[in-house]
Each structure stands twice: as structure tokens, then as C-alpha cells.
């Protein structure tokens, strides 16, 4: 019994040894308050009068040591802006590399400035862009050319390499058919015409061009490096060659990455970071607790609660601002019930739908804080040519049903008595597909649930599957309802409306949409050069899907809360491009050891 | 013996290869592919490229043989779908000594004690001391890992400052998550050794060892702990085959580069390779430890020997 205490003890000192081996607790001084500076960012084109704003930082106020500690939400597959569409991927890739054009802070707002290109001009019929590449090296000496550009968007063409980008490039003259195999690489219509200049040929005139180019897929790519280390290039830092701010100098994967300044950079003089140690953090509450202890710089904070915490601590600066995404429902017209009724067919029913859901009440409810109501499908902050699409199309669908429908149930029973049916509601079930197994989701489907029966009368199914699953039967049209999130893929409406043409072969969503009045106006629209002609057909088009068609019914559109502690300057809120460090600084780092 | 290691061994090549083809049939019954969410951008020919770089397009029966033929004559276990360039291989040799790290301290933190646990509340049976380990045992194994895990990250790494919030290197990266870890096995093992040291104190023989002689250490070491030691054998080897397939949940709370992550991530993601390579990573694994157990327990008791021997 003796041995046995004797035993325990010698256990129990062992554990308080080893707890005593920790890290000494962090001492982060109270920082004095300073104004948290919000606001949305709205991305605008080229303007003269945006100069781009100069940083006015005396060399006595930055820190000594310039460091970031930032995130990583995944491992990264591969640092290669040909073979990847993640978005910690392209991260890394547009800070070890440097793409064609890049976003820069104007004085009013944001505006695209050179990268790897000095300057660019587009021929007078809008088909074929000129850029002027500057004079710049790799880090091992080797000069960035024009033919190394022109090689990435090849290799991203070629359909060996099947590469997920590929879509991306469809503007690009005989992009499309080079990856049918119809023709090979070098018929695409790119071409560097010497060292230092490239020539683009468009497919058609393409008025949101320039907004590509500052995205991974615009970036040079060694091609003695590809042959040289094949299916292992950009998968470690043996096998990444840098030319831009910033170099690999470590990579465990899924765990961390590191980075420092590259000095063969031709701006070296202007990066101020020395590193950057990004951690792969995976788990919500311990990002945002390191957040809160400052071993992590920056984050978006979308939980309520967190983001109150953080900013009542008064040692974060935080800019909220919203996403151009929207958050929708859509309906299948083609769905038929247990009972073999096809409610959804008829217009009027699924306007009696859109028009019973408040949209400010939805995004308050799912949201919280973190979402406005939509004002139509494509999203608030979406550009085009350079003016906001929703202030100069001014229709908002919330208003318009606002306007035309009174009395939703009574349009229902309008639409189910037109449709030769019973007009009880109650006699009729609609299937909801959600795909996520998570139990949020369960909730948010619940909310819509309460909102339809409530008001209309009607029931819906709701059925929970895997987003790999839904995704399936969202493609087959295997739904009643569902809803989706939809991100922009780039700056123009084009991006949000394109993809409902009825003549497509394939829609992520079969909602069964079939008019060709819509298809008549989408065509023109994509034809036409003329801002102000663009934007009337456009808004037609979208007045059709989300209110006389009434396919989809947009709900919110998602923000962001992007929260840094107050020594960090220079981050640029944006979500287009990736982000970016060079611009990036210290000033009074709490010290930590 | 040579014929029963034999016998044993080819019974566990049989059950590898029964669970690498029910694993291969049955991932390609789940509806997907790989492409994911990019099935909605990518248009069909760009998929078609995407299928046949990685031979999905062929029928199910021709990519089995394929990959088949690949294991058996190559040892090659092919390269992940979602990590491009990653063999399945490596992936494999980065996250499996972290995850079995992590178990392993785990498991010397969680046995001993609980075997000691165990041990007092045998010979303290029927008073408070064993309530309160039994009560103690109880606690360890209802808790979750993840309630447990993110408890002590919250006090001794956010509030205390002790220990880093996430993350891995040093030993310092291993404490918190190996603690989490070994709760449960304090709670199961405390609760197993008191059940078979009571079985094993109240025999016969050690009723008759005890009166021929032997001393209180050699009656405990020799006779009780030998003999009570066997369940448990029957419970720890597995257990150490099973560390190295890492907790999903330990490593998704302390974001550690182990294997546990993956096993989730490659069946949502549709990554073929790492689903059929991990799971006969952890076949293997589990296969390989019965058999110890069933070794351990010849040597262990020399009953089993003498009657396997007739």
C-alpha cells in the first residue's frame, strides 16, 4: 500500500513539472483606445482622380521588428496560380509571385495599379489588350518575361493538365476550344511579342477584362521549373521560385507556413514586413481566442458574440463590410409532389413565396448583425464598368413586392385556383433541400418553415442531406426548394446572371427555367459595349428572375467583419483579390514573447 | 507454432484484402466525385480532362484491378486527388507519428494512473477511496473529448497563458492535446483493474500462495498482477493501434498536422486515394494488434500455450 502512495506522488510531482514548463504569461500592455474604423470598401476602375494614397509613416514610428502572425483555414495544395482556385492558395501565390495588375488604396477607394505590368492599352475595337511588363527578375537571377505570362495561361488551357482555373479564361480568344481539344495552346490568343510586352486577344469585347488580371492565373510560371520538378511544383519550398514581396522560407504541412521578404523584389524598399508566420487554425473558438491574445494579428470574426468581446477590449480596429455574395432560395418549376401536383409551375405561386418572407427580419434572424437584406440577386457591391449596379439600376426587389403584393396567401390561393387545384394551402407540402448536415443549417431551414406556414399556409419538407449529395440534385433538379450561397466571381453582373440562360446545357440549380425573353436580353447585354445599355438590360433581366419569373428569391447578402489589432496598418479591405502584405506594417506591437 | 503463425497470417492477408475491396466499391456507391463544388463552375469538357488525368472515367471493375495491381506490385498507394503532388504515402508519414505521439503520451499520462486507480479501489473496496475512484472513472469516460479539450484550452492556454492556444513543434505543443487525450483511458482502465484485481485477489491459488509463503511484494507483482494484467492486454493493444489514427476532434481544436483530420476531410471531399489508403493504414494496423494480443497472451499465460500445443 505504501509503494502504491509512494507510486501516486511521484505521478502527481511529475505533472506539476511538467505544467511548470509553460510559457510565461504574455504581457500585453493596455494600448489606449483609438477609433475603430469601419465602413464598406467599394472596388471602383480605373479614375484619374484616385491617387493612389501615400503611406505617411515616419521611419521613428514603425516597430523594429516588422512581423505578422496570420491564418492559414487550410493547408494549401499547391502554390502554383495555373493548378489551384483555393483562396489561401492564390494568398501565397500573389504575394511569392507577382501578377500582371494589382489593387492598390485610392484616395477614393480602391483602384487597380500595375504589378508585373508597367502599363496597358486596349487596340480601339476593345479586342486586344497591350501590356508592358517592367524590368524585374526571380530570386535566382533568372528576368521575368512576357513569354513566362503567356506560358501560365497556356498550361491553364491545355487539356492535360486539367487544370480547375480553366473556366476563368474563357474570354480569351480560343480558350474555350483549346480545351475541347480543338485546337493546341499556341493557337490561344496570347502572345508575348518580345521580352517585355504581351498581347491579349479577346473572344469578344469583354468590358471587365482588366479585373482578371490581378487575379493567380495572371501570374508567370517558369517553364524549365515545370519540367525540372514536375508533379511536385509549388508543393514545397524546395520546389516554389519566387519572384514577388515575398519568398517561401518554410511549409509543415497542415500546420504552418512561413514567409519573408524576398530583397531580389523590384519594390523591395517599399515591403516593410521582415515575416510572416501564418498558423493553420481550424477550430472557430481557438482562432478567436488567439486573436484575443494577439498571436494572431488579424481575422474575420463573423460570430456576434466574439466580435462584441473583441471590440469591448478596445485593442482592435475592425472594418465591417459586405461581401458581394447573396444568400437566395431557389424554386424548381419542375416539382411535383407526393400527390403529383405541381404547385411551383405557376408564377404566381412562387411570387406569393417571395413576397411573404421578410427579408430584413431573415438576415436579422440568421445573421444577426452580419448580413443586409437583399436588394436583389446580384449583390450590392457589385460593380460595373466602374459604377455600383444597384444604385444606377435602382430596382430593388424588396420595394417592388413591397409595392404589387398586398396579400401574399391571397395571390397563393389566385395561383393555385388558376392551376385548377384545391386553394387550401395546408393540402400542400413543398420539399426543402438543405445541404449541410450541420445544425445550424437544421435551424435556418426551421426559420424558413415557421415564415411559409405562418403566412401562407403552406408546409414544407424539409430534408437534410451532405453538400456533396445536394449539390448532385440541385444539378438533376431533385428539389422543391433549396438555397445556395453565391460568391462573385468577378466585378461584373455578367457573373451572377449569365448562368440562367435557358439555352445552357447544364445549371448548377435546375429550377426548370425556360423563357427566352430572358436569354433575348442576357445575349444583348453581353454583346453590347454601352454602359448605360448594359445596365437596362441587365436590370430587366434580373427584374425577370427575381420578380415576374420569380425563380429566385434573394434573402441577404453576407458581411464581413475583418478585425486586427490596432498596431496593425496597411491591410486593404477588400474581397476581390487576394491579400495582400506588401503594404502591410507595425506600429506599437504590445511585446510578447 | 510455425503452422499457427502460418495459418494467422494468412487469415490476416485474406481480411486486408476483404476490407481494401468493400472500401473501394463502397466509395464509389457515394454519389460525387472529387470536383466538388467545382463541378458547378467547370464546364463538361474541363471535367472530362479531370476524370481521365486521374482514371475515373474508366468503369469501377478496370480502376479496382488498376488499383490492385498498383498496391501489390509497386507498394505504391497513389497520390491524393485534393492535394496534387502529395502521394498518399507522405501524407501519411507526416500526420501519423504526430497523431500517435499525441495518443501515445496520451496513453502512458491515462494507463498508469488508471491501473493505480484501479488497484486502490480494489484493495480499498467497499469504502470511500473506491466511491470516489469509481465516481473519479466515470467522470473520465462521460466527458467528450471536445467539451474536455476545449475546457483546458480555455484555462490553461487562453486565460492562464500556460501553454500555446493551437498548434505544434516543441513538447510544450503536446500537453494539453495528450491530456485530452489520456482522461478517457484513466476512466476505462481504472475501472477494468479493479474489476479483474478483485476477480484475481479472491482466487484460491492466491489464497494457497499466500500461506505457503510468498511475501506481500511477490504475492502482488507475481501472482495477482500477472494473472489480473490479461484483460487488460485484451484492451491496451488495440488501444495502441488505434492511437495512430489520430482524433479528428483533439486535432481540429488544437490544429494539429496529424491523420485524424484527413479521415474526415477525404470522404467529404471524394479524395479516392486517401480514403482506401487510410483505411487500410488502420486495418493493418488493428489486424497487426490482435495478433500481438493473441502473442502477449500466449506468453503472458502458459495455459493457452499448453493447450494450443495439443
Same mark, same amino acid.
Given at each position: 500500500?505504501?509503494?502504491?502512495?509512494?507510486?501516486?506522488?511521484?505521478?502527481? $510531482?511529475?505533472?506539476?513539472?511538467?505544467?511548470?514548463?509553460?510559457?510565461?504569461?504574455?504581457?500585453?500592455? $493596455?494600448? /489606449?483606445?483609438?477609433?475603430?474604423?469601419?465602413?464598406?470598401?467599394?472596388p471602383?476602375g480605373d479614375?484619374?482622380?484616385?491617387?493612389v494614397?501615400?503611406?505617411?509613416?515616419?521611419?521613428?514610428?514603425?516597430?523594429?521588428?516588422?512581423?505578422?502572425?496570420?491564418?492559414?483555414?487550410?493547408?494549401?495544395?499547391?502554390?502554383?496560380?495555373?493548378?489551384?482556385?483555393?483562396?489561401?492558395?492564390?494568398?501565397?501565390?500573389c504575394?511569392?509571385n507577382v501578377p500582371l495588375t494589382e489593387i492598390a488604396?485610392?484616395?477614393?477607394?480602391l483602384k487597380i495599379v500595375g504589378g508585373g505590368a508597367e502599363s496597358w492599352e486596349v487596340?480601339?475595337?476593345?479586342?486586344?489588350y497591350t501590356f508592358k511588363l517592367r524590368?524585374?527578375?526571380?530570386?535566382?537571377?533568372?528576368?521575368?518575361?512576357?513569354?513566362?505570362y503567356?506560358?501560365?495561361?497556356?498550361?491553364?488551357?491545355? =487539356?492535360?493538365?486539367?487544370?480547375?482555373?480553366?473556366?476563368?479564361?474563357?474570354?480569351?480568344? *480560343?480558350?474555350?476550344?483549346?480545351?475541347?481539344?480543338?485546337?493546341?495552346?499556341?493557337?490561344?490568343?496570347? @502572345?508575348?511579342?518580345?521580352?517585355?510586352?504581351l498581347?491579349i486577344?479577346?473572344?469578344?469585347?469583354? =468590358?471587365y477584362f482588366v479585373q482578371l488580371t490581378y487575379q493567380p492565373y495572371f501570374t508567370p510560371?517558369?517553364?524549365?521549373?515545370?519540367?525540372?520538378?514536375?508533379? &511536385?511544383?509549388?508543393?514545397?519550398?524546395?520546389?516554389?521560385?519566387?519572384?514577388? =514581396?515575398?519568398?517561401?522560407?518554410?511549409?509543415?504541412?497542415?500546420?504552418?507556413?512561413?514567409?519573408? @521578404?524576398?530583397?531580389?523584389?523590384?519594390?523591395?524598399?517599399?515591403?516593410?514586413?521582415?515575416?510572416?508566420?501564418?498558423?493553420? !487554425? %481550424?477550430?472557430?473558438?481557438?482562432?478567436?481566442?488567439?486573436?484575443?491574445?494577439?498571436?494572431?494579428?488579424?481575422?474575420?470574426?463573423?460570430?456576434?458574440?466574439?466580435?462584441?468581446?473583441?471590440?469591448?477590449?478596445?485593442?482592435?480596429?475592425?472594418?465591417?463590410?459586405?461581401?458581394?455574395?447573396?444568400?437566395?432560395?431557389?424554386?424548381?418549376?419542375?416539382?411535383?409532389?407526393?400527390?403529383?401536383?405541381?404547385?411551383?409551375?405557376?408564377?404566381?405561386?412562387? %411570387?406569393?413565396?417571395?413576397?411573404?418572407?421578410?427579408?430584413?427580419?431573415? $438576415?436579422?434572424?440568421?445573421?444577426?448583425?452580419?448580413?443586409? /437584406?437583399?436588394?436583389?440577386?446580384?449583390?450590392?457591391?457589385?460593380?460595373?464598368?466602374? !459604377?455600383?449596379?444597384?444604385?444606377?439600376?435602382?430596382?430593388?426587389?424588396?420595394?417592388?413586392?413591397?409595392?404589387?403584393?398586398?396579400?401574399?396567401?391571397?395571390?397563393?390561393?389566385?395561383?393555385?385556383?388558376?392551376?385548377?387545384?384545391?386553394?387550401?394551402?395546408?393540402?400542400?407540402?413543398?420539399?426543402?433541400?438543405?445541404?449541410?448536415?450541420?445544425?445550424?443549417?437544421?435551424?435556418?431551414?426551421?426559420?424558413?418553415?415557421?415564415?411559409?406556414?405562418?403566412?401562407?399556409?403552406?408546409?414544407?419538407?424539409?430534408?437534410?442531406?451532405?453538400?456533396?449529395?445536394?449539390? &448532385?440534385?440541385?444539378?438533376?433538379?431533385?428539389?422543391?426548394?433549396?438555397?445556395?450561397?453565391?460568391?462573385?466571381?468577378y466585378n461584373?453582373?455578367?457573373?451572377?446572371?449569365?448562368?440562367?440562360?435557358?439555352?445552357?446545357?447544364?445549371?448548377?440549380? *435546375?429550377?426548370?427555367?425556360?423563357?427566352?425573353?430572358?436569354?433575348?436580353?442576357?445575349?444583348?447585354?453581353?454583346?453590347?459595349?454601352?454602359?448605360?445599355?448594359?445596365?437596362?438590360?441587365?436590370?430587366?433581366?434580373?427584374?425577370?428572375?427575381?420578380?415576374?419569373?420569380?425563380?429566385?428569391? /434573394? !434573402?441577404?447578402?453576407?458581411?464581413?467583419?475583418?478585425?486586427?489589432?490596432?498596431?496593425?496598418?496597411?491591410?486593404?479591405? &477588400?474581397?476581390y483579390a487576394a491579400?495582400q502584405?506588401?503594404?502591410?506594417?507595425?506600429?506599437?506591437?504590445?511585446?510578447?514573447? | 507454432?510455425?503452422?499457427?503463425?502460418?495459418?494467422?497470417?494468412?487469415?490476416?492477408?485474406?481480411?486486408?484484402?476483404?476490407?481494401?475491396?468493400?472500401?473501394?466499391?463502397?466509395?464509389?456507391?457515394?454519389?460525387?466525385?472529387?470536383?466538388?463544388?467545382?463541378?458547378?463552375?467547370?464546364?463538361?469538357?474541363?471535367?472530362?480532362?479531370?476524370?481521365?488525368?486521374?482514371?475515373?472515367?474508366?468503369?469501377?471493375?478496370?480502376?479496382?484491378?488498376?488499383?490492385?495491381?498498383?498496391?501489390?506490385?509497386?507498394?505504391?498507394?497513389?497520390?491524393?486527388?485534393?492535394?496534387?503532388?502529395?502521394?498518399?504515402?507522405?501524407?501519411?508519414?507526416?500526420?501519423?507519428?504526430?497523431?500517435?505521439?499525441?495518443?501515445?503520451?496520451?496513453?502512458?499520462?491515462?494507463?498508469?494512473?488508471?491501473?493505480?486507480?484501479?488497484?486502490?479501489?480494489?484493495?480499498?473496496?467497499?469504502?470511500?477511496?473506491?466511491?470516489?475512484?469509481?465516481?473519479?472513472?466515470?467522470?473520465?469516460?462521460?466527458?467528450?473529448?471536445?467539451?474536455?479539450?476545449?475546457?483546458?484550452?480555455?484555462?490553461?492556454?487562453?486565460?492562464?497563458?500556460?501553454?500555446?492556444?493551437?498548434?505544434?513543434?516543441?513538447?510544450?505543443?503536446?500537453?494539453?492535446?495528450?491530456?485530452?487525450?489520456?482522461?478517457?483511458?484513466?476512466?476505462?482502465?481504472?475501472?477494468?483493474?479493479?474489476?479483474?484485481?478483485?476477480?484475481?485477489?479472491?482466487?484460491?491459488?492466491?489464497?494457497?500462495?499466500?500461506?505457503?509463503?510468498?511475501?506481500?511484494?511477490?504475492?502482488?507483482?507475481?501472482?495477482?498482477?500477472?494473472?489480473?494484467?490479461?484483460?487488460?492486454?485484451?484492451?491496451?493493444?488495440?488501444?495502441?493501434?488505434?492511437?495512430?489514427?489520430?482524433?479528428?476532434?483533439?486535432?481540429?481544436?488544437?490544429?494539429?498536422?496529424?491523420?485524424?483530420?484527413?479521415?474526415?476531410?477525404?470522404?467529404?471531399?471524394?479524395?479516392?486515394?486517401?480514403?482506401?489508403?487510410?483505411?487500410?493504414?488502420?486495418?493493418?494496423?488493428?489486424?497487426?494488434?490482435?495478433?500481438?494480443?493473441?502473442?502477449?497472451?500466449?506468453?503472458?499465460?502458459?495455459?493457452?500455450?499448453?493447450?494450443?500445443?495439443?
Amino acid at each position: 500500500m505504501k509503494k502504491i502512495t509512494t507510486i501516486m506522488c511521484v505521478l502527481m $510531482a511529475l505533472l506539476m513539472l511538467l505544467s511548470a514548463c509553460g510559457q510565461e504569461a504574455a504581457n500585453n500592455d $493596455a494600448v /489606449p483606445a483609438v477609433t475603430a474604423n469601419s465602413g464598406a470598401v467599394m472596388p471602383e476602375g480605373d479614375d484619374a482622380d484616385n491617387e493612389v494614397e501615400a503611406t505617411q509613416v515616419s521611419e521613428e514610428e514603425i516597430d523594429a521588428q516588422q512581423f505578422i502572425n496570420y491564418i492559414l483555414y487550410y493547408d494549401p495544395s499547391v502554390i502554383d496560380g495555373t493548378m489551384t482556385n483555393k483562396s489561401m492558395d492564390a494568398m501565397i501565390i500573389c504575394n511569392v509571385n507577382v501578377p500582371l495588375t494589382e489593387i492598390a488604396q485610392g484616395t477614393n477607394g480602391l483602384k487597380i495599379v500595375g504589378g508585373g505590368a508597367e502599363s496597358w492599352e486596349v487596340s480601339d475595337d476593345g479586342l486586344v489588350y497591350t501590356f508592358k511588363l517592367r524590368d524585374f527578375n526571380w530570386e535566382d537571377g533568372v528576368k521575368v518575361t512576357a513569354e513566362q505570362y503567356a506560358y501560365s495561361i497556356r498550361r491553364i488551357l491545355d =487539356p492535360a493538365n486539367a487544370s480547375p482555373v480553366s473556366y476563368m479564361l474563357f474570354d480569351i480568344k *480560343n480558350a474555350a476550344a483549346c480545351v475541347k481539344g480543338e485546337i493546341t495552346p499556341d493557337e490561344v490568343g496570347i @502572345k508575348a511579342l518580345d521580352e517585355n510586352t504581351l498581347e491579349i486577344t479577346l473572344e469578344k469585347v469583354t =468590358p471587365y477584362f482588366v479585373q482578371l488580371t490581378y487575379q493567380p492565373y495572371f501570374t508567370p510560371t517558369r517553364e524549365d521549373l515545370v519540367n525540372e520538378w514536375g508533379s &511536385q511544383f509549388g508543393t514545397s519550398v524546395e520546389t516554389t521560385m519566387s519572384c514577388g =514581396p515575398f519568398k517561401l522560407s518554410e511549409w509543415v504541412h497542415d500546420s504552418k507556413m512561413t514567409l519573408v @521578404k524576398n530583397d531580389a523584389y523590384w519594390n523591395a524598399e517599399e515591403v516593410k514586413l521582415g515575416q510572416i508566420n501564418l498558423k493553420l !487554425i %481550424r477550430d472557430m473558438q481557438a482562432m478567436m481566442s488567439e486573436l484575443m491574445n494577439h498571436t494572431i494579428d488579424r481575422a474575420s470574426v463573423s460570430v456576434p458574440e466574439w466580435r462584441q468581446k473583441l471590440i469591448a477590449t478596445n485593442e482592435f480596429s475592425y472594418g465591417d463590410y459586405i461581401l458581394s455574395g447573396t444568400y437566395s432560395l431557389f424554386m424548381n418549376t419542375k416539382y411535383v409532389d407526393d400527390n403529383g401536383n405541381n404547385i411551383l409551375g405557376n408564377a404566381k405561386v412562387r %411570387r406569393a413565396i417571395a413576397a411573404c418572407i421578410d427579408k430584413e427580419e431573415a $438576415a436579422m434572424m440568421l445573421k444577426t448583425d452580419m448580413a443586409i /437584406p437583399a436588394t436583389g440577386y446580384v449583390p450590392s457591391e457589385l460593380q460595373m464598368d466602374g !459604377i455600383n449596379f444597384r444604385n444606377e439600376s435602382g430596382y430593388n426587389v424588396m420595394e417592388a413586392f413591397a409595392e404589387s403584393v398586398s396579400d401574399p396567401k391571397a395571390l397563393l390561393i389566385e395561383g393555385l385556383t388558376e392551376l385548377g387545384l384545391d386553394p387550401d394551402p395546408s393540402l400542400y407540402s413543398i420539399e426543402y433541400l438543405v445541404g449541410s448536415t450541420a445544425a445550424s443549417s437544421k435551424t435556418e431551414a426551421e426559420y424558413f418553415y415557421e415564415v411559409i406556414k405562418n403566412n401562407l399556409g403552406l408546409n414544407l419538407e424539409v430534408v437534410q442531406v451532405e453538400s456533396g449529395v445536394a449539390r &448532385q440534385r440541385r444539378a438533376d433538379g431533385e428539389f422543391g426548394m433549396t438555397y445556395v450561397t453565391s460568391y462573385a466571381d468577378y466585378n461584373d453582373p455578367s457573373t451572377y446572371l449569365n448562368g440562367w440562360a435557358t439555352y445552357l446545357e447544364k445549371h448548377n440549380t *435546375n429550377t426548370g427555367y425556360d423563357n427566352v425573353e430572358y436569354d433575348k436580353l442576357i445575349d444583348a447585354a453581353n454583346a453590347s459595349t454601352d454602359t448605360a445599355e448594359r445596365l437596362e438590360l441587365f436590370s430587366a433581366a434580373e427584374k425577370l428572375l427575381v420578380e415576374t419569373d420569380c425563380i429566385i428569391i /434573394p !434573402i441577404y447578402h453576407p458581411m464581413s467583419s475583418m478585425m486586427n489589432g490596432i498596431y496593425i496598418k496597411g491591410f486593404i479591405n &477588400q474581397n476581390y483579390a487576394a491579400t495582400q502584405f506588401k503594404t502591410v506594417y507595425t506600429v506599437g506591437r504590445p511585446e510578447t514573447n | 507454432m510455425k503452422k499457427y503463425l502460418a495459418t494467422r497470417f494468412m487469415h490476416m492477408l485474406i481480411t486486408i484484402f476483404l476490407v481494401i475491396t468493400i472500401t473501394f466499391f463502397m466509395m464509389y456507391l457515394l454519389p460525387g466525385n472529387p470536383l466538388g463544388e467545382l463541378v458547378e463552375k467547370l464546364p463538361e469538357d474541363v471535367q472530362a480532362n479531370y476524370m481521365a488525368k486521374h482514371g475515373l472515367d474508366k468503369p469501377v471493375y478496370t480502376q479496382y484491378f488498376i488499383y490492385l495491381k498498383k498496391l501489390v506490385f509497386h507498394g505504391d498507394l497513389g497520390e491524393s486527388f485534393v492535394n496534387p503532388g502529395r502521394s498518399v504515402v507522405s501524407i501519411l508519414k507526416a500526420g501519423v507519428p504526430v497523431s500517435s505521439r499525441i495518443g501515445f503520451q496520451g496513453l502512458i499520462f491515462g494507463i498508469p494512473i488508471g491501473l493505480l486507480l484501479g488497484i486502490l479501489a480494489a484493495y480499498k473496496r467497499g469504502k470511500v477511496m473506491d466511491y470516489f475512484t469509481m465516481f473519479l472513472s466515470l467522470l473520465c469516460v462521460s466527458i467528450p473529448s471536445f467539451v474536455l479539450a476545449t475546457v483546458l484550452q480555455y484555462f490553461f492556454a487562453v486565460k492562464m497563458q500556460l501553454f500555446p492556444v493551437t498548434g505544434w513543434g516543441s513538447f510544450i505543443f503536446t500537453v494539453l492535446p495528450s491530456i485530452a487525450f489520456g482522461v478517457r483511458s484513466i476512466g476505462v482502465h481504472a475501472r477494468y483493474m479493479r474489476t479483474s484485481w478483485l476477480d484475481v485477489m479472491n482466487q484460491d491459488y492466491v489464497l494457497a500462495a499466500e500461506s505457503i509463503g510468498f511475501s506481500r511484494t511477490q504475492l502482488t507483482f507475481k501472482i495477482i498482477l500477472r494473472n489480473a494484467m490479461l484483460p487488460i492486454v485484451t484492451i491496451i493493444v488495440p488501444e495502441l493501434a488505434l492511437i495512430f489514427t489520430g482524433t479528428f476532434v483533439l486535432e481540429t481544436i488544437f490544429s494539429i498536422p496529424g491523420i485524424g483530420s484527413y479521415f474526415i476531410s477525404s470522404v467529404t471531399g471524394r479524395d479516392y486515394p486517401m480514403i482506401i489508403g487510410q483505411t487500410i493504414f488502420i486495418a493493418v494496423m488493428y489486424i497487426f494488434a490482435m495478433f500481438l494480443v493473441d502473442l502477449l497472451y500466449m506468453a503472458i499465460d502458459p495455459r493457452i500455450r499448453l493447450t494450443d500445443s495439443k
